[in-house]
């Protein structure tokens, strides 16, 4: 069990023990060794079921505007999840001084899929731990290891914000990886129609990249009304055009880039690239990026004089 | 019965050969994406090399979205302009065993004599099944622990068994017979069979979880503590229903443009908010806990109470895909497990 690991049991234990935390969200050991699933403690005793490895990566923030409204919850979380509760904080889901945050140091995570190679099959897989070296895993037929740039998650590629931006606990230090990118957004280009029409050919519209991100908290989601229709669930490129474009709008500005829409898509349509671009149009436009905690009110929430309008400034 | 052989160069002939007589449905590369089950067109790339697909077959036999009719509004008053395929004699190749197991469970629910569905019955009726066994285990798989797997093969019309450059095939039902009667299909010998029978032990040997046999629907209970549990992480994305090969369930929308309308379904879980909501508003599943428990017990009990098959067949996808990793072994592990089933449960 790693130093980091049990001082998060340890601050877990404390925070349910001092009575004002009634649950700490985090996570707890997946059914496979590289699988990690999300866990409730409620009893301080309960508190060393908490772990931290390379497979914590589901962003726990999801669960905060249900579970935080009326209580106060405490929460392990990488620094790409909590830049998904500043959000949160940012548009009244939640209230700061309703959660605490056990906040962690960032080496990345890593994708299970990704871990299936010629050397070894994830059937044979009984650990994942950092090393100096990247990635080692041990299996039944001895240890490997893997380069980050081999295993880590295409978000943790890219990213430069290794540390909590706000939390109550600290614990465990960034790491950052040598071979980081500069960036996973690709060249606009004339073919970019025809490449998102084929990758929205795949959609079977399940909606889990919706389901699955923190910042998707609608009550009820405009691809499930009714009256009026705004997409219909019928399973076509048009539809899912219909639906990831307004998806789009509303997150612009608000997606931090956890990368979860993309993790969990089962025909690999690379949601979150999208997420990028409107990151980056928002950057470009109005110089803000979500998830910075300086910021008191989302770039959609803010007026600046000074703001690019197309009316204006010719768009 | 027959067993023979066929090298693997072999099949895309044999793919040709079946094309002129058959539409032959089998998982297609895409590009980024997982192969998917749908109909080779020229120049398409099937995958027939004994590997699993992460696809299921229901996306050809019960598609993701379906026309089940338009009606037009004309001179002569309201048109009604049925699509019920037309379909040809099909074969169906590359899915893996379990997943053939599956389709027997879609099977039950569609071509029931009372209700016979005929968009379904048009596609499935005409359709040879051809299942492979792959030569490597995954770890997500608990096909013996949920049934007798020697049963599955009369699921089937050929059985072929992945041998590394080549197929063991046995042709089950005379169907399958007529399928597997040209050339390149060889005579087997001993040593065939001896790597036939281990990768068939590879699957049907392994070791059986705790809930193997009649605990599996004995033991399920609609009290018990872990409903409150997994549905408290569950994000209610609906992965393990959407992409399980033997759920049947759908939604039936109408859409309208102008004077026509189509009435077409589409895919639908008990997993989602909506699926039980009534028109005037009330929602007997309102929250999640009911809805984890649905997935469970339809599954392993209402099924088998029904049919006599339960609807699983251990194939692992939604073990594998789940985001929050709940994982359907470990649920029914701790459900149908002595212990567990002798603890007080707390009402909801
Ligand atoms: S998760 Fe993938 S398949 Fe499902 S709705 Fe989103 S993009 Fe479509
Ligand atoms: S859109 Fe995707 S990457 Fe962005 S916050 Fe939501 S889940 Fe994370
Ligand atoms: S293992 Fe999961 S996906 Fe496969 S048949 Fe069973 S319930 Fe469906
Ligand atoms: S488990 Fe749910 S979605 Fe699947 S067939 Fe049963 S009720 Fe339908
Ligand atoms: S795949 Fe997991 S999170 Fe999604 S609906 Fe099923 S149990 Fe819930």
Redo the contacts with the bound molecule.
Sequence with gaps: MSDIENKIQEEAKKALEGGDVSVVIGWGAGSAPFKTTPVFIEKPEDADKLVWNPACVNNLAVYLPKLANDKKVGIVAKPCDIRSMIGLIQEKQIKRENLYIIGLGCAGVVDAFNLDSQDFHLQDVIGLDWTSDGLKVSTTNGDYTLSCSDCLRDMCLVCTKREPAIFDVKLGEAVQPSDIRESLIPELAEERKAYWSEQFS?????????QVCPACYCKTCFADRVEPKWTAKKATAEE?WM??ATRMMHIAGRCIGCGE?ER????G?P?AELAREMAQAVKDTYGYEAGDPNQESPVLGQYKEEDFDPAHHGG | MSEKIISKDKIKEWIDVLMQSHTVVAPIERKDAPAEFREIKPGDEPIIDGSKSMMPPKDWLLPRYETLFKVSKGAEGAQVEPAVPECKPTVMLGMWLPDAAAIRVLDRVFLDDKFKDPYYAARRENTVLVAVMPAEKRWSWFCNSVDDVETWKDSVDVLMYDLGDKFYVEGISAKGEEIIAGAYFTESNEADTIARNQVWDLFAKCDKLPFAGKALYDNLAWEDPIWAEISQKCLACGMCSYMCPSCSCFDIQDETNGLCTERYRCRDTCQFEDFTLMGAGHNPRNNQLPRSRQRLLHKFKYQHEQFGVVGCTGCGRCVELCPVNVDIRDVLTRTCSKERAEEPVKAD
């Design positions: 795949k959609c079977i519209r399940c909606y889990a990249c919706r899912a639906f990831h829409c969990i898509c089962p025909v349509i949601v």
